[in-house]
């Protein structure tokens, strides 16, 4: 009987917004802790934004480093491209014209060849002209013979 | 001396050959009439107005003349036949080759000089004129200023000769080796069966080479490059003739004289026909040698030495400036 008024008198307090003496003790206690946990919760959040804080600024610095030395790089690379490059345009030119002079040198050689070419063909027919002559004469001397023969052994020829 | 064609009833063709009555390859007088008649029908049957001019070089004595056989052969033929008798004297001046026992082209020139007709073609004695020629010939087909060639088709040695008309002519297994075709610039090989031009261009040429009497062999071929050098247009008339072939022409001869060249009986065939062309005299083609009538049709031209000419004149060889672009034989 006794237990039973004791809850029906904490519920009416509760309801009227108040609470039993050792109840409200427990509760203060829970406040204090939880504020107490807030403090603590907020000085964590601190540290790590400046921990955050401090890896962004370590990031930011890590990045114009390697910016700066790819840009570094790069100038350099770009140099030596550059270097290349006009040697090779040295090169092409040092090569188009020995390339022209030989094309040239080639030109004089065919000129050269067919020019002789064409001395070896007119050589050549002059040479057979010379043959036919040489033909001819050989044919007319030994009809000449024949002749100048018929006539010695002729009766009326000198036989001596 | 060479008389002009024109329109005062001049024949449209002249064709000239040449032979003599010595059994040449067996039977030329045989085969020599058989052609006569042939040819002689076959352009008559085409109203082809021709005329055959027939040169009987240094015809052996005691023999009759082939002109004469020829007219007895062909009676009645409406074509004139005209021959010359030349006096054996001419081949014995005028050869430098003793082997060399028939000039045959300067034979031809004798013909060619003579000739009537617009149009001349020498040819050989025993060669059979093909189908297209004769046609071309009455369709009046030709052209000046032109030579014209035609493929020789030689008939096989011992063919049946005595029944010859188109279906033996045309029958190809009656030939004698491959059917090789002319090819230009020259359409060279067979040559002296078949060339064909106007009487102004055989002029202007001068006729066959009478410079180089060395050789008869080559004579036909250097007379095309003569023309081509000249500036003459060369062509194949398309349709061949016909040859049978007989012992001691050039084609059935040669293996014999390979190696031994300078005594062929036509001459050396290496001298270079391709390349030496000439330049022949203006009395070419025996045109001083005076003219005896024989017989109606008939002419004998016994010898002088006016028409005779030097034994050697060197400047009238000459270089051809065209190259020697075919090397094909050309007997």
């Known amino acids: 009987m006794t237990d039973t008024m004791a809850r029906l008198g904490s519920r009416v307090l509760r309801r009227l917004g108040l609470e039993r003496g050792g109840r409200a003790a427990d509760l203060h206690e829970a406040l204090r802790k939880s504020e107490q946990r807030i403090v603590e919760l907020k000085k964590l959040l601190e540290k790590s934004r400046a921990e955050s804080e401090q890896w962004r600024a370590k990031l930011l610095a890590s990045s114009a480093h390697e910016q700066a030395a790819r840009k570094s790089d790069d100038e350099k690379y770009r140099a030596r491209v550059e270097k290349l490059e006009a040697r090779l345009a040295e090169q092409v030119a040092k090569l188009q014209e020995r390339d022209a002079a030989r094309a040239e040198k080639v030109g004089e050689l065919r000129d050269k060849v067919a020019t002789a070419d064409r001395s070896v063909r007119a050589g050549r027919d002059h040479l057979m002209s010379i043959e036919v002559k040489l033909d001819l004469i050989e044919g007319a001397i030994n009809v000449l013979d024949r002749r100048f023969r018929g006539l010695r052994s002729s009766p009326g020829g000198d036989s001596r | ?331």
């Open chain 2, 1 to 331: 001396m060479m008389e002009p064609a024109s329109g005062d009833g001049s024949p449209y063709l002249t064709i000239v050959s040449t032979g003599r009555n010595d059994s040449y390859g067996g039977n030329f007088e045989e085969r020599f009439l058989r052609t006569l008649r042939f040819n002689t029908a076959q352009l008559a049957a085409r109203e082809v107005a021709a005329e055959f001019v027939f040169v009987e070089w240094a015809a052996p004595a005691g023999r009759p003349l082939l002109s004469d056989l020829a007219r007895e052969a062909v009676p009645g033929c409406s074509l004139t036949f005209r021959s010359y008798v030349v006096d054996a004297a001419y081949q014995e001046a005028l050869t430098l080759n003793r082997r060399v026992a028939y000039l045959e082209f300067i034979a031809k020139n004798v013909g060619i000089r003579r000739a009537r007709g617009e149009f001349i073609l020498t040819t050989n004695a025993d060669v059979f004129l093909g189908r297209g020629v004769l046609d071309a010939l009455a369709r009046r087909a030709l052209g000046r200023g032109t030579v014209y060639r035609a493929r020789r088709i030689d008939l096989k040695l011992g063919i049946d000769q005595t029944s010859l008309d188109w279906d033996v002519l045309e029958d190809a297994r009656n030939y004698d080796g491959g059917l090789k075709p002319l090819k230009p610039p020259l359409y060279a090989g067979g040559t002296g069966d078949f060339v064909l031009a106007d009487a102004a261009t055989f002029a202007r040429l001068r006729g066959f080479n009478e410079v180089f009497r060395v050789a008869k062999i080559g004579i036909d071929k250097n007379f095309l490059v003569k023309a081509l050098d000249a500036g003459v247009a060369i062509v194949d008339i398309g349709s061949p003739v016909y040859h049978i072939n007989h012992v001691g022409s050039y084609r059935a001869s040669k293996a014999q004289y390979r190696g031994e060249a300078a005594d062929a009986p036509y001459g050396d065939d290496r001298w270079p026909a391709g390349s030496v062309i000439y330049e022949n005299p203006d009395n070419w083609g025996l045109a001083d040698a005076p003219m005896v009538p024989l017989r109606a049709g008939t002419w004998r031209l016994p010898f002088h030495w006016n028409a005779v000419p030097p034994l050697v004149d060197l400047d009238r060889v000459t270089l051809a400036g065209v190259a020697d672009a075919d090397e094909e034989e050309s007997a």
